[in-house]
C-alpha cells in the first residue's frame, strides 16, 4: 500500500503571526496520523518559522522552489544547501505557476529535479496541462513530454525517491476541481508511463493531485485508486480545510 501524502503549497502567502496561528491549530489535530503524511511547502523566508514549530510535530516542512545551480551570483536565488540549513524534507519542482509566470521550461525543471535529489531533498515535481491542452485533446502528450524531460536526466530509479503531482493549470485556485474521473485517468496513464521503464517504481510512486482540493471533495478523490494524497493551495491557509483534507487522506 503506498502512503497517502498531503503537502500544502502556500504560493505566496503568509506573515510571522499568521503562520504561527496556522500551524500551531493543525499540529495538535494531525498528531494521530499514521496511515497519511502531511507537510507544507512555505516561502523561503519562513523555513526558519516552519523549522522551529514543526521540529517536534509529525508535519513535515519544505520550499515551492529551488536553484539548480550550488552556488555562485544568481542574485535573489536560493541553493540546496540553504534548504538543508533548515532541514527541509520537500521541495517543490515546476510549479506551472513558475512555468507560467518564470519561464521555467522541461529542461530547467528536470536541472532543478535532479539539484533537488542531490542534496536529499524529496522533490514534489509538478505535471499538468492547460484548458486549451485539454480541450485539444494533447493532455497525455504534454504531462508525458514533461516526465520525459525529467526522466532524460535523471532516469526511472531516481523518481522512486520523489513525489509526483499532477495539477492541471485550469483547475489550480479557480474552484473547478478535475472530477475524480478525470484526475484518476490521468494518474493511471501517469503510473502506466511510468510502469512501462519500471513496474516496480510505479507501484511505489505516490502520484498526488492538486487543483481546487477542499475538505468536501478530498475523499473522493483520494478514494481513486492512483490518487495518493493532494497539493493543496488555497485550502492549506485554512486550519480547518487542510485538517479535513489530511483526515481524508487518513481514512480512505
Ligand atoms: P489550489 O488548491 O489553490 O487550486 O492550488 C493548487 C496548487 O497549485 C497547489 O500547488
Redesign the pocket.
Given at each position: 500500500m503506498r502512503e497517502k501524502l498531503v503537502?500544502g503549497?502556500w504560493?505566496m502567502h503568509g506573515n510571522l503571526s499568521e503562520n504561527k496561528a496556522l500551524l500551531e491549530a493543525i499540529i495538535p489535530q494531525l498528531a494521530d496520523l499514521n496511515r497519511a503524511s502531511c507537510a507544507v511547502?512555505v516561502p523561503y523566508p519562513y523555513l526558519f518559522q516552519a523549522q522551529a514549530v514543526l521540529q517536534n510535530s509529525n508535519i513535515s516542512w519544505g520550499a515551492?522552489n529551488l536553484s539548480q545551480h550550488e552556488k555562485g551570483a544568481y542574485t535573489g536565488e536560493v541553493s540546496t544547501s540553504m534548504l538543508q540549513d533548515f532541514a527541509c524534507k520537500y521541495v517543490?519542482v515546476g510549479?506551472?505557476?513558475r512555468r507560467a509566470l518564470y519561464g521555467e521550461d522541461d529542461a530547467t525543471v528536470a536541472a532543478k529535479f535532479v539539484a533537488a535529489q542531490k542534496a536529499g531533498l524529496t522533490p514534489i515535481f509538478?505535471v499538468g496541462e492547460t484548458l486549451e491542452e485539454r480541450e485539444g485533446n494533447i493532455t497525455e502528450q504534454v504531462v508525458a513530454r514533461q516526465m520525459d524531460a525529467v526522466l532524460a536526466v535523471a532516469g526511472v530509479a531516481a523518481l522512486a525517491k520523489s513525489v509526483l503531482?499532477y495539477?492541471p493549470v485550469w483547475?489550480?485556485?479557480?474552484?473547478k476541481?478535475a472530477s475524480p474521473e478525470q484526475a484518476q485517468a490521468v494518474h493511471a496513464f501517469i503510473r502506466g508511463k511510468i510502469a512501462s521503464a519500471s513496474a516496480e517504481v510505479a507501484a511505489g510512486l505516490v502520484i498526488q493531485y492538486?487543483?481546487?482540493?477542499?475538505g468536501a471533495n478530498a475523499a473522493q478523490l483520494f478514494s481513486m485508486p492512483d490518487i495518493d494524497g493532494?497539493?493543496?493551495?488555497?485550502?492549506?491557509l485554512s486550519a480547518d480545510e487542510f485538517v479535513a483534507i489530511c483526515r481524508a487522506a487518513q481514512q480512505v
Open positions: 503537502a503549497n504560493k511547502c515551492q517543490i510549479h506551472s505557476e509538478c503531482a495539477e483547475a489550480i485556485g479557480t474552484g476541481t492538486g487543483g481546487s482540493v477542499k493532494g497539493l493543496i493551495g488555497g485550502a492549506s
